[in-house]
């Protein structure tokens, strides 16, 4: 068992994709693990009651991570459930894909106010309680996307890139309170966006990647699992990026 055992972490979009991989593996290394969720209420149960088998507790609690106020009640739901909060993992992110010519006003804000604002408010929701326990790991899931641009995706690339903007900025402010503020950038991975490509577009896809694959979802979580354990504890305002080799 990590060090992480007797830790509490609150995953945001942790009911599917790479949420749900960073919610099972921080479980499996003896944390326990508070999941949010938008709208999938059965995906969100499932990945609760696959952590119970792992002797870690487990909670999902539904909530827009758009919405100041929903952090707020999730913050003080898990502060009065655990009593402290040590990890939070901003991961709850949305696309909604279009040339700008075409993108739509609600496009770009929706993109906005779920990926970017989201993790404002989720970090403003917690941040005063680690700087008072004088301990915190904060991991926020951008995109390569934020770093080298993507057509369709300006909407996408300015949240993800303001991600990284937002984690180095706060990690300079907190580093004194024992507090390290990350961004793990992850390249393609195997989610159900990437399950609708076609062979088409996956061989299109494996030829720009140098390891010839995309990654698992589990491969990006096991880098949070380190960020988030007390290996990490000089590592701060840094971009880890999980790619295989694409921007290399």
């Known amino acids: 068992m990590s060090d992480l055992k007797g830790k509490v972490a609150i995953v945001t979009g942790g009911s599917r994709g790479i949420g749900r991989a960073i919610a099972k593996v921080l479980a499996l290394s003896g944390c326990s693990v508070v999941i949010t969720y938008k709208s999938s209420v059965q995906q969100a149960q499932e990945v609760v009651d696959e952590i119970s088998k792992f002797d870690s507790k487990a909670m999902a609690i539904q909530a827009d991570s758009a919405r100041f106020e929903d952090a707020q009640r999730v913050v003080d739901e898990v ?9 939070l993992i901003n991961n709850a992110g949305i696309t909604r894909d279009n040339l700008l010519l075409r993108m739509s006003e609600s496009d770009w804000d929706d993109v906005i106010e779920t990926n970017l604002k989201g993790v404002f408010n989720f ?34 690339a300015a949240s993800k890139a303001g991600i990284i903007g ?9 580093a004194s309170r024992n507090i390290q503020v990350n961004v793990v950038a992850p390249g393609y991975v195997e989610t ?3 399950e609708k490509l076609n062979e088409e577009q996956k061989k299109r896809l494996f030829e720009m ?7 698992k979802p589990e491969e990006i979580a096991y880098v949070v699992k380190f960020l988030a354990s007390s290996e990490s504890d000089y590592i701060t305002g840094q971009v880890i990026v999980v790619d295989g080799g694409l921007t290399a």
């Open 192 to 194: 159900e966006m990437t």
């Open 166 to 174: 937002f984690t180095k900025a706060l990690a300079k402010e907190v």
């Open 79 to 87: 502060l009065k459930n655990f009593g402290k909060i040590d990890i």
């Open 209 to 215: 990647i140098p390891a010839k694959r995309i990654a």
């Open 123 to 156: 970090t403003k929701a917690v941040i005063k309680h680690m700087i008072s326990q004088r301990y915190g790991k904060i991991i926020n899931i951008a995109s390569v996307v934020g770093l080298i641009g993507n057509p369709g995706q300006a909407n996408y």
